[in-house]
């Protein structure tokens, strides 16, 4: 699975992005995809999830309320709408795919198998 992610920039605070990341290469709909952001000298963290079967999604308590994930399987595209952005949220984001991920595992970047290259979303205050 290729994957390229899109959408990040520079924004203000309370400023909203949508980024997208397109899949090409397998059965898009067999796919868990997911989320993650690192910030300079830290971890990769999970952001958002979206399971392969029934869209079922997740989030972390930091985006909970403000971020939205989908998928459109028609388009082999996996967005996040990011909402009320704040300067914390500053970050590579990165898209991941992971095949049939069971719902538990889907928080880990160890569950996925292929990733996109990462987008930049600064967030000024």
């Known amino acids: 699975v290729q994957l390229q992610a899109s959408g990040g920039g520079l924004v203000q605070a309370g400023d909203s992005l949508r980024l997208s990341c397109a899949a090409s290469?397998?059965?898009?709909?067999?796919?868990?995809m997911g989320w993650f952001r690192q910030a300079p000298g830290k971890e990769r963290e999970f952001v958002a999830s979206?399971?392969?079967?029934?869209?079922?999604?997740r989030y972390a308590d930091s985006v909970r309320g403000r971020f939205t994930i989908s998928r459109d399987n028609t388009k082999n595209t996996v967005y996040l709408q990011m909402n009320s952005l704040k300067p914390e949220d500053t970050a590579v984001y990165y898209c991941a795919a992971g095949r049939r991920l069971i719902y538990s595992s889907t928080i880990s970047p160890n569950s996925y198998n292929y990733w996109g290259q990462g987008t930049q979303v600064t967030v000024s205050s």
């Open positions: 290469g397998r059965t898009f709909s067999d796919y868990s």
């Open positions: 979206v399971n392969w079967s029934v869209s079922t999604t």
